[in-house]
């Protein structure tokens, strides 16, 4: 088993971050990863890296060695029984992982013995050690060459140097030839956003007075904005995610925010100071900017002391804020070199797909399919800040059907910038080329052109016929459509692909250690035994594109023959279908769920099959028992799940839920773009 071992040059070097940015890394590559924070610093004795490392890299670490037990045993004289505890927690933390990843103690002037302690760590697990510097030194380069020079002649490996909060700008190759013979893992650029703090954490650290919670545990600050001035000076700052201190007797003030939130600016928040509250006439004369969502928070300092508080809220994560460490996570991995890490790894890399592999290929995927994407729901706000995502990542060439004056005040509201690159279709300019087409398309059923225009007014069959037409690859909506209203034009448009009968639908389920496929648990409410045999081949061909190695489960509530019944009957004939059609597949049922999920259970329920214990594709014999497993696993282990993806039809279009979040769709966007090129192929 392979051992990195992350130690800083210097104090605030962002270690805990690059640490697990390392892991995910790791894992995108399809390794078992394991994580282990051998002494913990953190007097409060909540570790944060071991937090995170269980909460949102989903490894079960064991809990780090506290600094006094570490200091009792070194001034003891027990610095061989402190590296017996040390290695005896590391290898139960690389327990079935293929790479262990250690993060270093910080240098602490309170404990002088920590470069020594890191080196002797080392050693002892034959790890290769790892150097994190930070930019903002003015010498990261220095730093890490020196710090190898002298690590290395205590007899320890030095495999590479990772610099962190690096300004714009700063050249790869130049950073390299300063490293000398040390390898560069990555430069990893200083990202403002992911600075930013909720507003609830700036609540906390000036243990403010909660006057109107709003949405201040997903509101984040930005910009803090003193009202000194008259409103006038200030209406121009009221930006999304601008915070704003204020005197409660300030009334234009409260007014002009008042405004700026009923037109949907996204402000992290209000904060009155010298103890004031607003006034509740102002109150009931703009209630709605108070009950929309706007963080108020009150606060006995005044307003110079209070903006002074502010700038000194940590930057740390906080624990409970797992969005932006699984956005700090991911942008640390994007950043790292996997090339050079890789090169340090002596393991294979395994077959089984893991989540952030999953969706790591997907992006990459996604990047070099280079499809346009039409989203009918254009003036949408979380589909136009995914179209703005998937540009300005290279994930597809987004298409946002609406008018370019909507899309853009929606955009300001929401503090996004619309990239140059990101292409705005207005609908009345666009429908009447696609009438003719129509009209032949639906001549069977007697559409007229009258008919045709009046039925492009609905943008979901303006992008459906753009893709008909083959001005776009691909089409994703949903977030406020219902499932018919974007399924019913596919089938009448697009229509199902040779040889499908039926369309269908699945859930990527990204579990803890690996992806699940689940379908149908969104289309059809009760298939056929031949429909429920074509599901699940079209289940396994989607697993296959995005890298899940088919193992297909016909699941009922009977195991082979130990049931009876029409509903188990069902399953067992779709069983025999299904192998007929495709024999070298490996399919079985029916299978109750454990059995298929559950090593033990299937080699007791089902001993000779080779998909029981070990399925990646889940059928469920109709869609009431799809959709209600599919959810309760989603809710009850919190699972996040990528879909529905749309089978069987000719051209790719894809549902969102309505409940979509940004990264849902980005991921649909994604999803689609590679059924496209699947679909060319």
Known sequence: ?????????????????????????????????????????????????????????????????????????????????????????????????????????????????????????????????????????????????????????????????????????????????????????????????????????????????????????????LETVVAGRSALEVIPRLTPCALIVSSGDREDIM??????????????????????SVDPRIVEFAGKAFHNGLPVLGVDTDTFVTASNISRVPLAVAADDHERMDAVLDDMAEQLDTGSIMACVSVPATTRM?????????????????????????????????????????IARCVLLGKRAAIEAVAATQGVSLPAALEIIDPDEAREQYVEPMVELRKSKGLTPGQAREQMQDTVVLGTMMLAQDDVDGLVSGAVHTTANTVRPALQLIKTAPGQ???????????????LVYGDCAINPDPSAEELADI???????????GVE???????????????????QKVAEATRFARERAPELALDGPLQYDAASVLEVGRQKAPNS???????????????????????????????????????LRKPVNDLSRGALVDDIVFTIALTAIQASEMKK
């Not at 002009?256 to 004031?276: C, D, Y």
């Not at 081949?537 to 995005?546: C, I, M, P």
Request: hydrophobic fraction near 45%; aromatic fraction near 4%; proline fraction near 5%.
């Open 1 to 221: 088993m392979q051992t990195f071992f992350l130690a800083p040059v210097r104090q605030n070097v962002g270690l805990t971050s690059i640490s697990l940015g390392v892991v995910r890394a790791l894992q995108r590559e399809g390794l078992r990863v394991g994580f282990v924070k051998p002494v913990s610093q953190d007097e409060s004795g909540n570790e944060r890296s071991v937090h995170f490392a269980r909460e949102i890299c989903h490894i079960d670490t064991p809990a780090a060695l506290t600094m006094s037990h570490v200091s009792e045993r070194l001034a003891g004289g027990e610095e061989g029984e402190l590296l017996e505890d040390v290695v005896s927690l590391c290898m139960r933390a690389a327990e079935g992982a293929d790479v262990l990843v250690v993060e270093g103690l910080h240098t602490d002037a309170d404990h002088p013995f920590t470069p020594r302690l890191n080196s002797e760590i080392v050693r002892s697990l034959h790890a290769v050690m790892i150097l994190v510097a930070s930019a903002e030194s003015g010498h990261a380069a220095d730093d890490i060459r020196q710090m190898a020079a002298r690590v290395r002649n205590t007899g320890c490996n030095v495999g590479g140097g990772i610099i962190n909060k690096v300004p714009p700008g700063q050249a790869r190759e130049t950073v390299s030839a300063q490293l000398g013979d040390v390898p560069l893992w990555g430069l990893i650029h200083l990202n403002q956003a992911l600075l930013a703090p909720r507003t609830l954490d700036v609540a906390r650290h000036l243990n403010a007075r909660i006057l109107a919670e709003g949405e201040m545990n997903t509101r984040r600050v």
């Open 255 to 276: 007014l002009a925010t008042a405004l700026a939130a009923n037109r949907n600016v996204q402000l992290a928040g209000l904060v009155l100071t010298h103890g004031t």
């Open 354 to 394: 893991s989540p952030p592999a999953f969706r790591y290929q997907l992006i990459q995927k996604a990047r070099a399919a280079n499809k346009r994407i039409v989203l009918p729901e254009g003036d949408e706000p979380r589909t136009i800040k995914a179209a703005v995502i998937c540009t300005e990542k290279g």
């Open 610 to 648: 080779k998909v029981a214990g070990q399925a990646t594709v889940f059928v469920f014999p109709d869609l009431n028992t799809g959709n209600t497993t599919y959810k309760a696993v989603q809710r009850s282990a919190k699972v996040v799940s990528v879909g529905p993806m749309l089978q069987g």
């Open 536 to 546: 699940a081949l079209q289940s396994a061909a989607s697993a296959q594109a995005f």
């Open 550 to 568: 088919p193992r297909v489960a016909m699941i009922s509530y009977s195991t082979g023959t130990s049931g009876a019944g029409a509903d188990v």
């Open 501 to 515: 009968s039926i369309v269908s639908s699945v859930f990527f389920m990204l579990m803890p250690d690996q992806v």
